[in-house]
């Protein structure tokens, strides 16, 4: 089987981020694609975070009814900072005659060679990533042809995503904005009547 791996903090998980999977998991032609919510992220703070089982529930709410897509609860179990390598490891033991994909946005993929054990990633899945417009392409190109020559094996994928930030639907409902159109209907819900980012 292939299967891709999607990670984040999904705080919360929007449109964008189903989009990007659904893309991903379309042009890799995966088998399925697991939504990994993370415990606690290594790369950033962020000012207001849902709980980890919040931010689990709310992907499951978003990749419901979706054909392919399950949500691993593998580094909120494992709690501690969320390192990649580790996630893969535990994926490979329990997927060991399939094919890795890692995904991932334009950032993260433009910061990979700084992460934990990046050799050990790139021995374990292919490091799949979508541009957010036509003038990252030269960019991440040229970021791959960097990462192979580490080691790693990078596809560039491509297809448009729309760009939606978790950081601004916070900031929105802090305000008391329309987020409708930006999560899904069921996430919008959940973030209502559980109060989250309210301040």
């Not at 999977?21 to 890799?28: R, T």
């Amino acid at each position: 089987m292939k299967i891709g791996m999607f990670g984040g903090s999904f705080n919360p998980i929007h449109n964008g981020h189903i989009e990007l999977a659904k893309a991903m998991y379309k042009e890799l032609k995966l088998d399925k694609l697991l939504i990994m919510p993370s415990y606690i992220p290594p790369h950033k703070f962020v000012d207001s975070a849902a709980f980890p089982d919040q931010r689990f529930e709310m992907c499951c709410l978003a990749a419901k009814d979706i054909d392919g897509f399950e949500v691993s609860n593998i580094e909120i179990k494992r709690q501690g900072a969320s390192y990649t390598y580790l996630t893969l490891k535990e994926l490979k033991a329990i997927y060991p005659e399939d094919e890795l994909y890692l995904l991932m946005g334009a950032d993260m993929f433009m910061t990979l060679q700084d992460w934990k054990k990046p050799e050990v990633i790139f021995r374990l899945a292919e490091v799949c990533c979508v541009p957010r417009n036509d003038d990252d392409i030269t960019k991440l190109s040229a970021q791959a042809e960097k990462l192979n020559k580490m080691g790693a094996k990078t596809r560039v994928l491509d297809a448009g995503v729309m760009t939606v930030s978790s950081t601004e639907i916070r900031r929105k409902v802090r305000n008391g904005e329309d987020i409708s159109g930006l999560v899904a209907a069921s996430v919008e819900k959940y973030i209502k009547e559980h109060y989250l980012y309210r301040r």
